[in-house]
């Protein structure tokens, strides 16, 4: 090997470009701590994978090849030097980040030891440490240019996979409390690491438009079983287009799906506001059919066009769902106000709850309070959150987020 072969090979320039998403691997021996690591590293936009010692790291190296491996806290400094001396031998090319108390002995034999070897030694990470204090140390770590949108054949991603729904929850606004939580669609790629549904949510004349709706009902379900196990029932809601109830035989289905099971409290599917509008007397129609099965109507991103939906009759949805542009920066405006207003007096003529969607301040949440929405969800109180780790903190009390 020549010098100039050697130093790309030791010292890669532009992290992560040779891929579309960096990838990270975390060495560690307890299963929450990495766990802990690789949602942190996900949300950074990272393909994460684990390994709990030396015995598993070779397989992970082969399959993944990680642009960072992560030596996490409770590996011991005998097996964090096997890790360096297997990097070493692998002329491993990606970064090293050390995790440990602060001023550790442990930790600076290390990282000498990794330079020693040529491989690339971030500064260490002290412990105790939070996903902020993790995020600005690896931030600058990432691909200067955005990650380009993908591509993604549907029918691929659900042939092997990549599919999944996070969760984010909803409040009581006037005892905080956990009120349920929106599923919404994810894509876990094997290069681009976890994709929004922007995307690849097909277009309604899509082949595959029916059978990821029907993905999204399934999956729900599965997640809410889950959910009983770990905290207790909980209310899920969807997102299922309007153009999936043209099926004539969609209501029959949907009964169907529904678990026969005690806790089962009901699931609720949100509709686009504008596409109900458009099929207003068939969402009707189909929203008292469902009712009695267990699975009610809201109605999604309500916003200026609510006097669209004067004509319901009462108790035909459960939920108006206000839009997040009329609840961003909705303490400064008062057209703003008067619009959530309007469309919460709506909602309590027709005995439904109303949802403001999109809650990221805290004077936005004490104006929608003050206006008498009954639901809040949104960044101020967490964002979406994979199923594991939205069943570890459902039965949490939630607490306001730094604006």
Known sequence: MTTAESKNSIHKSGFGRRRLAPRACI????????????????????VTSE??????????????????????????????????????????????????????I???????????????????????????TLRAGIATLLPAEPIPSPAVDVGEALKLGWLELWYQR?????????????????MRHPSWGVVPPADFLPDPADAHFRALSEFVVSRVIADWHYLVQQQGPIDLSINLPAAFFDAADAVDDLCRWMPDHPAFGGLIIEIDCAEAI?????????????QLSNIAIAIDSVGADWPALMDLPAAAF?????????????ADDRLKQTVCRRIVEFAQSIGARSVANGVESRADFRTVHQIGVDLAQGYLFGKPMALKKFARAASKHPMLMHD
């Open 170 to 186: 909803k409040l009581n606004t006037a005892t905080l409390a956990p009120c349920g939580a929106e599923a919404l669609i994810r």
């Open 51 to 104: 390994c709990a010692d030396t015995d598993e790291l070779a397989p992970v190296l082969d399959a993944h090849q990680p642009d960072l491996v992560v030596l996490g806290s409770s590996i011991d400094g005998i097996e964090a030097g096997r890790i360096i001396e297997i990097l070493a031998e692998r002329r491993f090319d990606g970064q090293v980040l050390v995790i440990g108390p602060r001023e550790s």
């Open 106 to 132: 442990m930790s600076h034999a290390i990282r000498r030891m990794g330079r020693e070897r040529g491989i690339a030694m971030l500064p260490p990470l002290t412990t105790p440490f939070s996903a902020g």
């Open 27 to 46: 060495a560690d021996r307890k299963a929450h701590l990495r766990t802990f690591m690789m949602e942190s590293l996900e949300e950074l936009g990272f």
């Open 318 to 330: 459960v939920e108006l769902k206000i839009d997040r542009q009329f609840i961003a920066g909705c």
């Open 278 to 290: 458009a099929r207003l007397a068939r969402i009707v129609e189909v929203a008292k059919a469902l």
